[in-house]
């Protein structure tokens, strides 16, 4: 069983820049394709970005595209999102999940079968 904790959330300011990153354990992480979401308050989980095992395939919300980066350092069993150009809409706790590796990757939460526990990021100026 992966067990995944998030960190690097914090308040930034419009137009700012952050680093969340994600710390597996309990696993083979190569065995997992990974994805990023993100539930603000009196909404619904929103898939963000997800990466295949080998890093090699990539997807973004529309909304993403352009402003989000999601990278994997499977040596160090890390899963990152590198996001510019935030935005008050940006807001939310964001979530690492860890799926069965594919060839493909999805923005499909029933997908992944683990989930960490979140860290909260707000946009506000």
């Known amino acids: 069983q992966v067990q995944l904790v998030e960190s690097g959330g914090e308040l930034v300011r419009p137009g700012g820049s952050l680093r969340l990153s994600c710390a597996a354990s309990g696993g083979i992480f190569t065995m997992y394709n990974m994805g990023w979401f993100r539930q603000a308050p009196g909404k619904e989980r929103e898939f963000v970005a997800a990466i295949t095992s080998n890093g090699g395939l990539t997807l973004y919300a529309d909304s993403m595209k352009g402003r989000a980066t999601i990278s994997r350092d499977n040596a160090k069993n890390m899963l990152y999102l590198q996001m510019n150009s935030l935005k008050a809409g940006d807001t939310g706790v964001y979530s690492c999940?860890?799926?069965?590796?594919?060839?493909?990757?999805?923005?499909?939460?029933?997908?992944?079968?683990?989930w960490g526990q979140g860290t909260q990021v707000t946009v506000s100026s």
């Open positions: 999940a860890a799926g069965p590796s594919r060839l493909y990757v999805t923005r499909v939460p029933t997908y992944y079968n683990y």
